[in-house]
RNA sequence: GGGCGGUUAGCUCAGCGGUAGAGCACACCCUUCACAUGGGUGGGGCCACAGGUUCAAAUCCUGUACCGCCCA
């Protein structure tokens, strides 16, 4: 016998553990068409935070729905070296031992890095277990595990070969804390108060002309190098061609005409600084201005500065520059100003400097084209589609993809440098030896290259080299390319776009056909959720106290597409509810001996309320499917959280209550073997999404005869084909009238404070055949339902003013309350039900007085018209009737 | 500045040409033999605003206003 309430606590770890140790999640358990989704690999450091939590429940619950329907479903899951995260961890760890990685070198550093990630590394995994992720564990991999790294060192060597890697000197966004270079992606502006200084350069052979430019960043005048103005700026025009004196300085600085500089905005005359801004970059560039990099890698003045102003951190060099400047009597003014500056994106407390090294390149705009085309032509899909527009904006206008970074922890760069700096790009130093030796005619001593690369470049290859790639594993023939890919908008272009671009270079296939794009998890106010604000949800605090399922299901209906994620607790609680309903549900199906007899085929089943939730159970599990197909992971939850609730629990469980306690043997065996069938097709179609309370619902009440029903866990069993049965339309009609019967009475009795413990009896007016069958069919669910006494029928209705009285689908029924009835309130209730049925009518009849609805409107929708008027105003006059009856 | 999305019941959101819906919250009734993590009943909406298309618009189009997000 089932306990009163469900406790996750109790079932869910034991429950995956006999999963995993059984085999379950393992590809080829089901022996069909491969299923394929590769699970964006959470960072090695991370812990499971509440997107994580929407993003894999969403991919398990395909995963296990295409599972069950017979799909060789592989969910490939793996961690992810996250190159900056992993190093700052491990570097805060040496800091608080006094020392760091310079200290301790390269090699032991790396070493160490390794050791944590053994230690405490992929804490992520067993989080992920608790939720009930079904990923083929046994195939688990680490973007920088031997196999992985070669395909990064072959994809590397290759696009070198194809001159589509290459070293470049330009401006990079520079992280002077973690000093090294990072990606435009890897930049977030933030809105920072600040002001807008106006300084005054002398020019070359005018006395007391001065031009004045405006700037954000003082500092760096240090590295200006020139001056742009508009040329059709009348204010400048003379100025054109002249040098201007830079302040502090002394150097000569040439003024120039360019397009860039905004004449509505500041001064309209523009600072060039051309090593420390990538707008100044571009003009230097076209003016052949001198690019003079003021900074060291702490963004420290270095000695291109004046003697006064080096080693000064660029904060400090602003107030010395600003002051100096005064002193000299050359600040204009100086304008509050609101801008927005570079940050770095993981601790946006870092002030991004543009910086000028040379850098690794991946030609981004070559490897785009393809990617574009495959997206425009339909081999790789968006859903919801909107995302492929943002898409193409960003494919279309990409920017060459800096690689490389100054760390440590990664995939270090394939490239080896002889003596005169000559570089040699190989899969290893032995074939880079080889080469040189070639080159320079006899052996030499080769350096490698200390950077490693963005760990957006493995991610890049994830779909094929956690199968094996470059190696022709049988798993990669079958398994790849991938089915969908599952993520949030915010890595479209980090990664998703870059897998698209790898996979169709490397392997000539798209890595999927369809990448499904799910909305940000955002607190109850929608707020981004963070560590700061305080508001943050954690997936495992909500799955103690509510259990896995009631967060997954959460997560699940409510993730519309093209919507944010809402998250509260207390809607996970709603869903724990739901969950003990269901296993309620299930305590009733067993204490009422609903067991399944082997021969039993819904087929065969007679009994009209039995027919009835067959054709609902088959409906419920084509929407489903039909959800599920469209990625509309919201619909499929909530036609599974009606049918369970709406219609299985509060419906067919009540009206079979009377047969299952009746005397009726043959009646009482079928509504038993129908109630427990349609309870054990219930728990597979909410397993993909509730996997642990269906899985021990499975156990329990089916545990005895498991093997005959097929053997094993439901996790493996066969997914509902229900949805092929045709409804039976006459069965479906029945029920619907017996609830707006039962409805009706419900309502009456509440409006006329009708004690609920009161039986009272109903009798129906008139001698239709048909009518009175039904009645007696549901006499006993009619009775107690609504609480009724007795039922009878009248040829007419009995006069006076003691009864209430309801119209059902035409026909009235009479509920004496003589003691009870308020007549007041009766009149009161007739009268609105009356009113509104007159307010339809008078919308209908309005449609229906207007000839070109009826001449142009499809037939069947006026049809439908006269219909519903017809039975409106049937309503109409019963109640009228009614009415009368109480004077 | 460019792009995308949103505006529907007190709250959170479905619906996206043909009778305005759900969950929660609220009010009232009920410890009736699965479940009070429950059952029953009910109140509550000019579907942001203005035009247009259509026999018919919450739904399609255009514009406006506010609110988000992304990219400069």
């Known amino acids: 016998m089932l306990d009163k309430t469900y406790s996750p606590q109790d079932v869910e770890a034991r429950l995956y553990k006999a999963w995993e140790a059984a085999g379950c999640f393992k590809h080829g358990v089901k022996a069909g068409k491969p299923y394929t989704i590769a699970l964006p690999p959470p960072n090695v450091t991370g812990s499971l935070h509440i997107g994580h939590a929407l993003n894999h429940t969403l991919q398990d619950v395909l995963i296990r729905w295409q599972r069950m329907r017979g799909r060789d479903a592989l969910w490939q899951p793996g961690t992810d070296h996250a190159g900056i995260a992993t190093q700052l961890i491990v570097e805060r760890q040496l800091a608080q031992q006094q020392t760091n990685r310079h200290q301790m070198g390269r090699e032991k550093f790396v070493e160490r890095i390794w050791q944590w990630k053994a230690e405490s590394g992929g804490m992520i995994t067993g989080q992920q277990r608790r939720l009930g992720e079904s990923c083929d564990w046994s195939r688990e991999r680490f973007t920088m595990d031997d196999g992985l790294s070669a395909a990064v060192r072959k994809v590397f060597v290759e696009l070198y070969r194809e001159g589509l890697i290459y070293k470049d000197k330009r401006l990079v966004n520079w992280d002077p804390k973690m000093q090294t270079a990072v990606s435009d992606l890897e930049v977030e502006s933030i809105e920072v108060k600040s002001h807008l200084w106006y300084f005054r350069y002398p020019v070359e052979g005018m006395a007391d002309t001065f031009i004045t430019v405006a700037t954000t960043r003082p500092e760096t005048m240090l590295g200006d190098t020139g001056i742009a103005v508009h040329p059709e700026d009348e204010r400048y025009r003379h100025l054109v061609g002249k040098f201007a004196i830079l302040p502090l300085v002394g150097r000569r600085i040439p003024i120039v005409a360019d397009e860039y500089s905004d004449p509505e905005k500041g001064s309209g005359a523009v600072k060039m600084t051309p090593a420390h801004d990538f707008n100044d970059f571009e003009v230097g560039k076209r003016h052949d201005l001198e690019m003079i990099n003021i900074f060291d890698r702490h963004a420290h003045l270095n000695e291109n500065v004046p003697e006064k102003y080096r080693g000064l951190e660029r904060f400090a060099a602003r107030k010395q520059v600003v002051a100096d400047l005064e002193e000299l009597g050359l600040v204009e003014k100086i304008e509050p100003n609101t801008h927005m500056v570079p940050h770095d994106e993981k601790s946006k407390t870092v002030v991004i400097e543009p910086y000028l090294t040379e850098q690794w390149y991946v030609n981004a705009a070559v490897l785009a084209k393809p990617a574009i085309e495959a997206v425009e032509q339909g081999d790789i899909q968006f859903v919801p589609k909107n995302w492929e527009k943002t898409y193409f904006e960003w494919m279309r206008n990409i920017q060459p993809w800096c690689i490389s970074r100054q760390l440590w922890w990664g995939h270090q760069i394939p490239a080896w440098y002889g003596p005169d700096g000559k570089v040699f790009v190989a899969y290893d130093e032995a074939e880079a030896q080889a080469e040189a030796h070639t080159h320079y005619g006899k052996a030499v001593t080769l350096t490698r290259d200390e950077d490693v690369l963005d760990t957006w470049f493995s991610s890049a290859l994830w779909p094929f080299s956690t199968l094996g790639w470059p190696e022709q594993t049988p798993v990669l023939k079958s398994h790849y390319p991938t089915d969908v890919l599952v993520t949030g908008f915010d890595i479209i272009f980090f990664w998703v776009a870059r897998m698209i671009m790898m996979g169709l270079h490397f392997t000539k296939k798209a890595p999927f056909h369809t990448v499904y794009i799910h909305a940000l998890v955002r607190d109850e106010k929608g707020q981004k959720m963070s560590k700061t604000k305080g508001n943050v949800l954690d997936p495992l605090v909500l799955i103690d106290k509510f259990g896995a399922d009631a967060l997954r299901f959460a997560l699940t209906i409510f993730a519309a597409q093209g919507r944010d994620v809402k998250m509260s607790e207390q809607r996970v609680e709603g869903y724990r509810n739901f969950a003990t309903k269901l296993w309620n549900a299930a305590r009733f199906a067993e204490m009422n001996g609903c067991a399944l007899p082997d021969d039993f085929s819904p087929k065969s089943v007679n009994g009209t309320v039995n027919k009835w939730i067959l054709g609902r159970l088959g409906q419920a599990v084509r929407d489903v499917d039909a959800a599920l197909e469209a990625y509309k992971f919201n619909e499929a939850a909530g036609a599974l959280y009606h049918f369970t609730w709406g219609t299985f629990c509060d419906w067919y469980l009540e009206l079979i209550k009377p047969a299952l306690t009746g005397e009726d043997e043959a009646q009482k065996a079928e509504t038993q073997a129908t109630c427990a069938y349609v309870l054990r097709q219930l728990i597979h179609l909410l397993h993909p999404f509730m996997p ?36 039976d339309k006459v069965a479906a009609a029945e029920i619907d009238w017996l609830i707006r019967l039962i409805d009706a009475v419900r309502a009456a009795r509440s409006a006329l404070n009708v004690p609920a413990g009161a039986k009272i009896a109903m009798q129906g007016v008139g001698d239709d055949p048909g009518l009175i069958r039904r009645l007696l069919r549901h006499n006993d669910p009619i009775k107690r339902l609504a609480r ?16 209430a009285r309801i119209v059902v689908d035409g026909t009235t029924f009479v509920l004496p309350l003589a003691n009870v009835i308020d007549i007041a309130k009766e009149k009161a209730r007739l009268a609105k039900e009356r009113d509104k049925a007159l307010t339809e009518i008078a919308k209908i009849d309005a449609k229906l007085g207007d000839a070109t609805f009826v001449s142009r409107a499809p037939e069947a929708v006026v049809e439908e018209q006269r219909e519903r008027r017809a039975a409106q105003t049937a309503m109409a006059e019963k109640l009228a009737e009614a009415l009368a009856q109480l004077g």
Do not use: H, N
């Open 788 to 803: 009724i006494e007795t039922i009878t029928m009248e040829q007419t209705a009995p006069a006076g003013s003691g009864c």
């Open 692 to 727: 642990f309370v269906t899985e021990e619902l499975w156990e329990k009440l089916y545990g005895a005869q498991k093997e005959q029903a097929g053997g094993g866990f439901l996790m493996l069993r066969d997914w509902p084909t229900d949805g092929a049965r045709a409804e």
